[in-house]
């Protein structure tokens, strides 16, 4: 029976980088996107460096010989020490490259094509600290064209973010702030892009929303997250039930279990609609799952603790709250099931045990009476088992196979456990941001 369910500063030296590699990377990037529509001698052929690149490559190597060196974001998506992008929105990508001078302060370098075909240096930001954290990019001012974001990682766990318009006159600074983890986003659904600044002090953390107008002025509201939190462990936007858009954070608690804090961006500004009464929010559980859309009706839900199961409810802008379903998630096996209605008129007694080698056995009891037992199978016959005593295949993954045997058909249906039964995949246990 398993279980009854109720370093000392020396730095290294690194060979060169040459930006060829780095460019080659970029173009790749940049023509993926058209790979569908290229025969196959195009699909397998690497671009080839035209005149520009060449130029800003000796541009850049000019940089690095004067004692710099490449110095790529940490994290984030964009994680190339070299990127293309197009930041005024004229058609034609900048080539933005993140460096180092030589007293390892981070540099980032802005490269413009000029009228004579070659790339020149629009502009550069220097940076406080020892490195940059992350960067995106993002029109916040709606005019077309992208603002950089950046992290500064100053030292230990403290942060900056900064926001910068690159335009023909320079670079301008519109913002900078406190920041541990940030995210760009559209709450309101308006269109314009908004920056979500996520700050964490202690145990407690702080939302702050900026948005800004067509002159790069900055307005922000801000709400509080739940007192007690240790660390965010991921956070995502997703639908409420009334159709509006919120930011779900999810985050360790203090005890060790996990806690979300759900944002809204309404007429009155940030709220955060899951915080009650003593600066909590009511979401607070044991760690297992995280919020997620469990039932595909493009509503995220939260799930809930019930005993061996899990309730997940749906919120709508005000914070009420409404039952979406009610699942019992087997970890060790990698499985969950809805549970029909039927399941859940009387106490629901779930158990599991290793019967034989390669099986492991999940059992639903109501009033004392099986009525369905799931099997998780292994071994080269693993298919043939899964056939046995009229079992009902339900998945196969790689050199696992789900099956289950019915004994009580008035309570759940063959057609049942097809539309129930899913597989659980890392990333509901990882929560990586």
Not at 152 to 168: C, E, M, P, T
Not at 321 to 349: E, K, M, Q, V
Request: hydrophobic content about 40%.
């Amino acid at each position: 029976m398993r279980h009854d369910t109720t370093a000392n500063g020396v730095r290294a030296m690194k060979p060169p980088v040459r930006l060829t590699a780095l460019l080659l990377a970029a173009l790749l990037t940049l023509l993926c996107a058209g790979c569908s529509a290229a025969g196959a001698e195009q699909l397998y052929a690497l671009p080839r460096l035209t005149g520009e690149y060449v130029q800003l490559e000796e541009l850049i190597d000019g940089y690095i010989s004067g004692g710099g060196e490449y110095a790529a974001p940490q994290g984030g998506a964009h994680r190339q020490a070299v990127q293309l992008r197009d930041l005024d929105g004229d058609g034609v990508s900048e080539a933005v490259a993140f460096l180092a001078d030589s007293a390892h302060t981070p540099v980032v370098c802005v490269y413009r094509l000029g009228e004579a075909g070659d790339y020149e240096l629009s502009g550069s930001i220097e940076g406080a600290g020892s490195a940059i954290g992350s960067v995106e990019y993002a029109d916040l001012t709606g005019d077309g064209a992208e603002e950089l974001v950046l992290l500064w990682q100053l030292s230990g766990d403290v942060r900056l973010l900064a926001v910068y318009a690159i335009r023909d006159a320079g670079v301008t600074q519109l913002l900078s702030a406190d920041c541990s983890t940030f995210f760009v986003s559209d709450l309101n659904g308006d269109g314009d892009g908004e920056l979500l600044d996520l700050t964490l002090d202690g145990a407690s953390g702080t939302l702050t929303r900026y948005v800004f107008d067509s002159r790069g002025k900055a307005e922000s509201t801000a709400a509080s997250l739940s007192d007690g939190v240790t660390d965010v462990l991921r956070a995502r936007v997703g639908y409420l039930s009334d159709g509006a858009l919120a930011l779900f954070v999810e985050s360790a608690w203090q005890d060790g279990e996990l806690i979300t804090d759900v944002f809204t961006a309404g007429s009155g500004g940030l709220a955060n609609i899951t915080l009650g009464a003593g600066g909590r929010s009511g979401t607070l559980r044991a760690a297992g799952a995280f919020a997620a859309d469990i039932n595909a009706d493009r509503v995220m839900e939260l799930p809930e603790a019930s005993g061996a199961l899990l309730n997940w409810y749906s919120l709508d802008s005000l914070g009420r709250r409404t039952l979406a379903l009610t699942t019992y998630h087997d970890y060790d096996d990698g499985w969950y099931l809805a549970l029909p209605d039927a399941f859940l008129n009387g106490t629901l007694r779930v158990t599991t045990e290793d019967a034989l080698p390669g099986e492991t056995e999940t059992t639903f009891s109501l009033a004392g009476e099986d009525i369905l037992t799931i099997y998780t199978l292994t071994g080269e016959n693993r298919l043939d088992r899964a056939a046995e005593d009229g079992r009902v295949l339900l998945a196969e993954s790689g050199a696992t196979v789900y099956a289950a045997a019915i004994t009580a058909s008035d309570a759940v249906t063959a057609a049942d456990l097809a539309a129930g039964f899913r597989l659980i995949y890392a990333e509901w246990q990882t929560g990586d941001l």
